[in-house]
């Protein structure tokens, strides 16, 4: 599957007045994030499991 076939969205963690954006689309064995502004350059791929974590942390406040 390519990346232009998956459904990216911006991220609700996202500066909600434009610029500092990333976009994210789940697969059902990874996690993509890009920059919104510089899609061509790649994304970061996570598991479901350190991106649950990841967000866990946020949530608590602890990142």
């Not at 500066?15 to 502004?37: I, K, W, Y």
Request: net charge negative; hydrophobic share 35%.
């Amino acid at each position: 599957m390519s990346t232009h076939d998956l459904s990216w969205h911006k991220s609700s963690y996202s500066n909600p007045s434009g610029g500092h954006c990333v976009e994210v689309a789940e697969t059902p064995r990874a996690v993509l994030v890009r920059d919104t502004q510089h899609r061509e350059s790649g994304h970061l791929d996570f598991t479901v499991s350190a991106w649950s974590a990841f967000l866990a942390e946020i949530k608590t406040g602890r990142l």
